[in-house]
């Protein structure tokens, strides 16, 4: 919701702006119960489903930096911190789990690019996730697999595909140049945005009614936010 009234206010059309006064009041909903939440949260959220809190941080704190809203910005940034500066060695090789349509350890490392600077960041990615190759292939991180596509809860895989892509684009966008790891995230990238396209379909409502959503925030690069500076 919150990144719908994000681009209903980068949107400058009268439409946009009235669609926006109308949402106004959930939108302050939303903000006023992050900000009773977040100080009572004691551990971050670390599934592949709903809930996880790394994938809903990066998305609110977005909104915070379009809409420009300090506070929920400043404590945002500062639970992040605390719950994932002090990160190791993530057990990607561990994922996907059977109904996972995030990434535990990508979204993570898509949302700590945000409030680290760029020199920081690819010293925290090597520790977090040191095993990501140099040599520029794809093989080390396979897209998941989908079996039964009737299924609501398997189909999720699907998705787990379109949010690595954005996932991997994001990490590769926010290193150096030089950085020798671009080249294997952006081949990961490739292959895990090809097979997540290739799912979108209305054959079946299972993945038909929301996989168009993911779809659209990788294609459409709403995920490349401006790293931390």
Not at 5 to 15: F, K, M, T, V, Y
């Amino acid at each position: 919701m919150l990144q719908l009234a994000a681009e209903l206010r980068e949107w400058q059309d009268p439409d946009s702006q009235r669609w926006l006064e109308t949402l106004k009041p959930l939108e302050t909903a939303a903000v006023d119960q992050y900000l009773a939440w977040l100080p009572k949260l004691a551990y971050p959220i670390r599934l592949g489903t709903h809930n996880q809190t790394a994938f809903a941080f990066a998305l609110v704190l977005d909104w915070t930096r379009v809409a420009g809203h300090a506070e929920l910005q400043s404590l945002l940034e500062a639970r992040i911190r605390a719950f994932y500066l002090a990160d190791k060695a993530c057990p990607l090789s561990y994922e996907p789990s059977g109904e996972d349509f995030l990434s535990p350890c990508l979204m993570e490392a898509d949302l700590m690019r945000r409030v680290m600077a760029a020199d920081a960041y690819a010293k925290w990615l090597h520790d977090f996730l040191p095993d990501i190759p140099t040599d520029g292939g794809a093989n080390w991180l396979s897209p998941g697999v989908v079996l039964d596509p009737t299924d609501g809860k398997l189909v999720h895989l699907d998705g787990v595909n379109l949010s690595r892509a954005w996932n991997l684009l994001a990490i590769a966008a926010a290193l150096p140049p030089s950085d020798r790891r671009r080249a294997s995230l952006l081949a990961a990238a490739t292959v895990h945005s090809d097979a997540g396209i290739a799912a979108v379909s209305g054959e079946h409502y299972e993945g038909g009614h929301w996989l168009a959503s993911f779809a659209t925030y990788l294609t459409s690069r709403r995920w490349a936010v401006e790293s931390a500076p």
